[in-house]
């Protein structure tokens, strides 16, 4: 399988997101989580920003 982000700490959530039921799907810029109510959510593949991984784990607690 094709990395999902070069940050291996958002590799790793949405590794363990997997694992809970939520999807992966890739695309052409950026791929994508979908959680189990349908929510959808872009991982950053190549995160420039040092609270780029706070970030997204907000905004998965969000989704939650």
């Keep these: 399988m094709k990395h999902i982000s070069k940050d291996r700490r958002i590799e790793k959530l949405v590794m363990d997101l997997l694992k809970l039921g939520w999807i992966y799907q890739g695309g052409k810029k950026h791929g994508k989580v979908i959680s189990p109510a349908g929510?959808?959510?872009?991982?950053?593949g190549t995160p420039s920003d040092?609270?780029?991984?706070?970030?997204?784990?907000?905004?998965i607690r969000g989704l939650s």
């Design 39 to 44: 929510k959808k959510l872009a991982v950053p």
């Design 50 to 59: 040092v609270r780029a991984y706070f970030n997204f784990r907000s905004r």
